[in-house]
Nanobody
């Protein structure tokens, strides 16, 4: 089983940027679809962005053009660049991997999850 650990969350003003990182141990992302989800307490996790070994990427409609998912030639690291952040995007952001499906938008398609990192966007 792959162990995932996210970092890079924090506080930012509306319109600002953050970079989230996710590192895998006990395995790699190499053969799987890897994604970022986010969740507000009491709500279902929302797909944010996904990436697969070939370099293809896909994004949720609300983040297209503002967020970028990248592996940057580092097989055990996946990054999420968040730009022009909005207050309503205050959430816990999770990294997930293990899906053999492309594209893969549903959380049940992923087998391994990190503990999440909090992003807070103030207005």
């Amino acid at each position: 089983q792959v162990h995932l650990a996210e970092s890079g969350g924090g506080w930012v003003q509306a319109g600002g940027s953050l970079r989230l990182s996710c590192v895998a141990s006990g395995g790699t992302y190499r053969d799987y679809t890897t994604a970022w989800f986010r969740q507000t307490p009491g709500k279902q996790r929302e797909f944010v962005a996904g990436n697969r070994w070939s370099g293809d990427s896909t994004y949720g409609e609300s983040v297209k053009g503002r967020f970028t998912i990248s592996r940057e030639n580092a097989p055990n690291w996946v990054y999420l660049y968040l730009n022009i952040l909005k207050p309503e995007e205050t959430d816990v952001y999770y990294c997930a991997t293990g899906s053999l499906i492309w594209p893969s938008f549903r959380e049940e398609e992923y087998t391994d999850w990190g503990q999440g990192t909090q992003v807070t966007v103030s207005s």
